[in-house]
């Protein structure tokens, strides 16, 4: 047992020391514009945002990445990852920005550093015609929605523990629903009407569960390249760029305001 627990502690130790230097080794902005390349996280099956059309990448934030990059005078790579690996991917230096529809929270705040937020939207609820419709339709009711997602906690204050169903996937969660095996989902808005566009009447929305501002995360400390992403952000926003984008993928501005 002694051996075992020395062992453990060991590669614990390993580990977060490894961690510790690899995110002290996050690239700067000149190392990256040397490069030519910005390297981008996002879990891609979360359509209009980052999604697969066959092997080729498409969204809004698929589109607002690369304007970004191209304002930073650099070529945008996208890496494709689980929702719940990108933040830990970051700070492990396997990419320089993350754009995958994280709400900024103060805990992720502690782990990562947060662009301006790049749009605001909500959860929504989602269910099959006769289920539940607003908060206090869920209590009691099991909810499906994506692992690592802050969804997750508005669910639990609503129906508990007990009641939440997590999936790997949006997709999972989405087909829990059809099937029947849970009540309802919360996930986001724009997701939720894609949902609703490709199910026609098997479901319908509910009530707006709560708001968030969406933020691009770098690994912490990473200044320089944090103000490049600001400064592009803000650059695309003043000419026309991103309202355009927009446009193209919620037929509306969805900047925050
Ligand atoms: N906005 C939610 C969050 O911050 C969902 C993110 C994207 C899920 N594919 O966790």
Redesign the pocket.
Known sequence: TRLHLTRLTLSLGALLGAATLTSAQARTLAEIKASGTLKIGT?AE?KPFTYFEGNTMKGFEYDLGNAIAKQMGVKAEWINQP?DNLLIGLNQNRFDLVI????ITPERARAVDFSLPHYCSGGVILSRPGGPKTAADLKGKTVST?V????VDQIKKVTGDRNLRLFPN?SGALQALMSGRVDAMVN?KFYSLEALKLNGKKLQQGEMLFQ?K?GMAVAKGNKTLLGAVNASLKTVQANGTYAKISRSHFGQDVRCR
């Open positions: 879990n979360f929702f995958s529809s994280h709400g994506q690592g997602t802050t969804y949006n986001e968030e969406l």
